[in-house]
Each structure stands twice: as structure tokens, then as C-alpha cells.
């Protein structure tokens, strides 16, 4: 099992960028598949990247493209999300989350798919 643990975001101007982290405890954090999801008020959690357990697969969601990038760094057992150009439309509750081998099926979106989840961390773009 593993836990995962928050960190960054905030409040920025549209335009702006944050970083979130999520440092995991337990296992190794590389034998895991690491997503980060978003949601705002209202709507359903969702999908915003992922990650391959070893760092060589990435995919985005269309909205956040070009935009956002996630990398994992094996040795401090932590992923980030870098966000640029952050809009008003990307104010949401982050969330990370780790999935065990082998579960769900390619692109790996759906947040049923992920198994530990991180507390959320709250991300505010003004216009």
C-alpha cells in the first residue's frame, strides 16, 4: 500500500503557474501507475494526466495540453504537475492518485481506475 501526501497550489493570476507535488510513503512510489485528476464545484472529478510507473508514457487531457507537464523523480518518490498559462477554467481541487500494476485499460482516465489517493490541494486562477 501506499499513501500519498499533497503539496503546492494555490491562488495565481491567469497566466501564472504553479507546481504540485505528490510525495508517496509505503511502497516504492515507481511501482505505480500516477495520475492527477481536478475537480470544481458542481462538476465530476476529472481526468488531467497521468504517468507510467517508470516515467516513459505520459498523456494529457485536451484541455490542459502544451500547458501542463508531469514528471515523476524516482529517487525522492515524488510526481509533479507543472501548470503554465493557468486559466480561470483550471481553478478546481487537484488531486493525485497512484493505481496498482496491471489495473485499468489504455488511456488510463477514468478515476475508478486508481486505487490511493491524494487529500486534494485547492488551485485558484483569477482572471
Known amino acids: 500500500q501506499v499513501q500519498l501526501v499533497q503539496s503546492g497550489g494555490g491562488l495565481v493570476q491567469a497566466g501564472g503557474s504553479l507546481r504540485l507535488s505528490c510525495a508517496a510513503s509505503?511502497?516504492?512510489?515507481?511501482?505505480?501507475?500516477v495520475g492527477w485528476f481536478r475537480q470544481a464545484p458542481g462538476k465530476e472529478r476529472e481526468f488531467v494526466t497521468r504517468?507510467?510507473?517508470?516515467?516513459?508514457?505520459?498523456h494529457y487531457a485536451d484541455s490542459v495540453k502544451g500547458r501542463f507537464t508531469i514528471s515523476r523523480d524516482s529517487a525522492k518518490n515524488t510526481v509533479f504537475l507543472q501548470m503554465n498559462s493557468l486559466k480561470p477554467e483550471d481553478t478546481a481541487v487537484y488531486y493525485c492518485a497512484a493505481a496498482d500494476m496491471g489495473k485499468g485499460s489504455y488511456p488510463y482516465t477514468n478515476p475508478n481506475e486508481y486505487d490511493y489517493w491524494g487529500q486534494g490541494t485547492q488551485v485558484t486562477v483569477s482572471s
Open positions: 509505503g511502497r516504492t512510489f515507481s511501482s505505480y501507475r
Open positions: 504517468i507510467t510507473r517508470i516515467g516513459l508514457g505520459t
